[in-house]
């Protein structure tokens, strides 16, 4: 369907020649409107906000099509909000193809692609925050909110609430399955836009859905439906652990699609599987199996989800998070369980999550029924074989002992399954939360900020005890931003009654985006910025205001309890000391003391901090002081189950580095520092912007990743970044060679010019002269680096911090930087490890 052809012409279009002419074109993709659709269509054009709480599978991407037909027929501006990014890249690039690239644009936060087109797809705390710095000012003509549910979440909400509130000039098109009642939203909504609101819903599911209890094995579960023709089947699991190894069992067990093999050989030619998960997750796909979790690099959640649209897999074990409207074409969903752990307790689900992961099931146009199955507890499925197998012998089952739920299980039964069906979402209550960005994002506004605070909150939050604990929040941080530096106060009030704005030597792009991140400012001014770790000891306390990635801090305690073990042992204690020291160590936490002493100090002053405390540790730090890759980080700590949360995190920093730390407080070298994540972040995964590269349709549109180069830029472009990258390769040769670990050097390489022989001679041969190999600061500075640049290729020599002082030993290497830009990634070639005048 191309929408750009079928505009009617003229410039005063009404809503039937709009109507006429987006029928026309989904009837000639042979689409024939239902009567749900139809309904909302027509209040959409006839400018009527919409609610559409209609199943899974009835056509809601459809309305939202003709939503954005309407608006830009009429030269407005519309946005469409999701919950996460993988939802918004997908209806980005299917909405390039209806209206065009030059049509649609796109913003997440990480990306932001053609951001000033007609047609925008963001994440929803992106149009919040729109909403907050210019309110009624914006360009927003018409919001399309996907999976409006959203808007219970206790710490996201806010971004659903918010837009409400301050985009009265905006038409709404709210969209989810499992809303539940919405008269009230309905109500709030005329009153705030003076437009009518029309809820659709009660519309009959395309493809009715068939549910049933399974007490056999989950692998026999999943063979008997496979075996029924009822799959492409979505295993839902309780956690991303228990996806993969459910998928890496399949595999023993037989369940291997042959019928598409060759198809999947020909869809994954040319794919770059890295090392680690991805080699397993090739190994799966080959056979027709996937895992789908937010644990995975964004390449390969949608490299599965371009393969499972194409029917090319038969099982996919995942989370939940094809829940959240990915669209993955499956016939039968299976719950592994019907319990979870939402980050404090082990529940069950409840109503509102179990049909929002049910609903995935049965393909409207290819499926007739759709199947949702629950897979009984290990238990009863125990308990069952026993009943089948001494079902004649009822002396024998009597004595056989029954198996109970383990302790502390959370269980359930086939009548827990029975109520969910019959259950109906529950009553949605908005959750609204003052964080600092809110603040600052309301201080750009031409009006008085608290006056503009008072009038969101009042709007957006019935409760008069909740409206009075919120607005005393947000003047406590108000306060602490004024005695921060980061907010003064005007001499005189301004015509439109603004007050206070943002301190003039902040940066353009600033923005405290943690909880914390107002106490980040205050710690870094206890920071030296001519001692030699400072760049660093920043990074630090950056780290210390994000959220902890509890996998890989526990994955770093683990290593370090590993290597005390080895300690201790050598040293001779006995099992209860080791023990006794050992509940003493912990994953790395530089800064703590004086994060901690820094936090209790500004808490006092300012006593919402103490909600959140300071947590100190080192993920972007240890990375960098280790010199380690991204893939040898991954595989140094065996986190190649959570490659994308790792992502996710170095993400983070970077940006909070790039948004929190002033200008003024930046160094050279932390300069360098920043750069390198940002290039270790765009080398990982570059997924989104290399699928953006390939719509040569978008010539000469504007593209960029934040401070970080466009998506066609190679890996030498950015000559800073690929300067360090250059320099910390080297470092952690040297590293390797101070602790003397051959193997690791050798590895580096595979079949270079330095085999393991040659690098244990040469350090035989070192060591014959020096005691050690310095790797302190000092050991890593640019005078101990010489890059001789010959066209289009580097000699680099990487000297060593003997303990002489000598240098007179070094590590030379060649980079070929045509090479690197053809890999994607730096190619270093070993030359030698020698003396000088050797």
């Known amino acids: 369907m191309n929408l750009t052809e079928q505009l009617p012409a003229g410039e005063h279009l009404d809503a039937d020649a709009l109507y006429e002419s987006f029928v026309t074109a989904a009837s000639a993709d042979g689409i024939s409107l239902y009567p749900h659709q139809d309904e909302a269509i027509i209040d959409i054009l006839t400018g009527a906000n919409a609610i559409i709480t209609t199943p899974t599978g009835s056509g809601k991407s459809l309305i939202a099509v003709a939503a954005h037909f309407a608006s830009l027929a009429a030269g407005g501006r519309s946005y469409y909000t999701a919950p996460i990014k993988a939802l918004v890249s997908e209806k980005f690039f299917a909405l390039c193809a209806i209206f065009g690239a030059h049509n649609v644009g796109m913003v997440t936060g990480d990306a932001a692609v053609n951001a000033e087109a007609p047609i925008i797809c963001c994440t929803a705390e992106i149009l919040a925050n729109i909403a907050l710095r210019e309110g009624r000012a914006a360009r927003v003509d018409q919001v399309i909110m996907d999976e409006f549910h959203f808007i219970a979440d206790r710490d996201r909400g806010w971004a659903w609430q918010v837009p409400l509130v301050e985009l009265p000039q905006a038409q709404f098109v709210i969209m989810s399955a499992t809303l539940g009642d919405v008269t009230e939203l309905a109500r709030s909504l005329e009153q705030r836009t003076g437009r009518p609101s029309s809820v659709i819903g009660g519309a009959t599911r395309p493809v009715p859905l068939m549910y049933s209890w399974a007490v056999t094995p989950i692998h026999e579960t999943i063979q008997n439906l496979i075996a029924a023709q009822q799959a492409p089947v979505y295993v839902v699991h309780a956690t991303q652990g228990g996806a993969v190894d459910q998928a890496q069992a399949l595999l023993s067990s037989g369940i291997v699609d042959r019928r598409h093999r060759k198809e999947l050989v020909e869809a994954l030619r040319g794919f770059r599987f890295a090392g680690g998960f991805g080699k397993t997750l090739s190994t799966l796909l080959h056979a027709g199996v996937a895992v789908h979790h937010a644990g995975m690099l964004p390449r390969y959640r949608r490299l599965v989800e371009t393969l499972a649209q194409r029917g090319l897999l038969t099982v996919i074990c995942g989370t939940d998070t094809l829940g959240v409207g990915i669209n993955v074409p499956i016939r039968t969903v299976l719950f592994a369980a019907l319990s979870k752990f939402d980050g404090r307790r082990s529940r069950l689900l409840r109503s509102r999550e179990f049909h929002q992961i049910a609903g995935r099931a049965g393909r409207p146009g290819f499926d007739s029924v759709g199947y949702v199955v629950a897979q009984a507890p290990d238990h009863e499925v125990e308990n069952t074989r026993i009943l089948v197998k001494f079902a004649d012998d009822a002396k024998k089952l009597k004595s056989v002992r029954r198996k109970k739920p383990p302790e502390g299980f959370v269980n359930y039964t086939e009548a827990s399954f029975t109520k969910l069906i019959e259950s109906t979402p529950e009553l949605l209550r908005a959750r609204m939360r003052v964080t600092h960005a809110m603040l600052l994002n309301l201080l750009q506004r031409e009006e008085d900020t608290a006056a503009a605070f008072v009038h969101l909150i009042d709007a957006g939050e019935p409760d008069p005890t909740t409206r009075r604990r919120l607005i005393g929040r947000a003047a406590a941080m108000g306060r602490s931003l004024i005695a921060a530096g980061v907010v003064v106060r005007l001499p005189e009030p301004t015509a439109t009654g603004r007050r206070y704005q943002l301190a003039v030597e902040l940066q353009n792009n600033f923005a405290l985006n943690q909880p914390l991140s107002a106490l980040a400012l205050a710690a870094m001014d206890e920071l030296d910025a001519e001692a030699p770790g400072y760049a660093l000891d920043v990074v630090s306390v950056i780290e210390s205001t994000l959220e902890d990635p509890m996998v890989i801090l526990l994955a770093q305690r683990f290593k370090a309890r590993g290597e005390a073990v080895a300690e201790l042992k050598a040293d001779g204690y006995d099992f209860e000391t080791r023990t006794e020291i050992l509940e003493e160590v912990s994953w790395p936490r530089p800064l703590a003391e004086m994060l901690e002493q820094v936090h209790l100090r500004e808490s006092a002053a300012h006593p919402w901090l103490s909600e959140t405390p300071i947590s100190p540790k080192s993920i972007v730090r240890d990375q960098f002081e280790r010199a380690m ?210």
């Open 629 to 838: 890759t991204f893939g040898e980080y991954v595989g140094f700590y065996k986190l190649q189950r959570s490659e994308g949360l790792l992502l996710r995190y170095l993400s983070d920093a970077y940006r909070a580095l790039r948004q929190t730390v002033p200008e003024a407080a930046r160094t050279e070298e932390l300069g360098d520092l920043i750069e390198w994540l940002g290039e270790v972040t765009r080398l990982t995964d570059s997924s989104l912007l290399d699928e953006w590269a390939s719509l040569t349709s978008l010539a000469g549109t504007a593209s960029e990743l934040g401070e970080a180069p466009p998506p066609n830029k190679t890996v030498t472009g950015n000559a800073r970044a690929f300067r360090v990258l250059v320099r910390n390769a080297m470092f952690r040769r040297v590293e390797l060679a101070a602790a003397d670990d051959v193997d690791a050097l050798a590895a580096l390489e595979p079949g270079g010019a330095m085999t393991r022989g040659d690098w244990d001679e040469a350090l035989g041969q070192y060591w014959d002269e020096h005691d050690r190999i310095g790797t302190d600061a000092d050991a890593r500075g640019p005078q101990f680096l010489v890059i001789e640049e010959e066209s289009r290729t580097w000699q680099v020599r990487q000297l060593i911090a003997d303990p002489a002082g000598n240098r007179d030993w070094s590590i030379t290497a060649r980079i070929d930087l045509d090479e690197c830009d053809g890999a994607g990634e730096l190619v270093v070639h070993t030359l030698d490890f020698a003396r000088l005048d050797g």
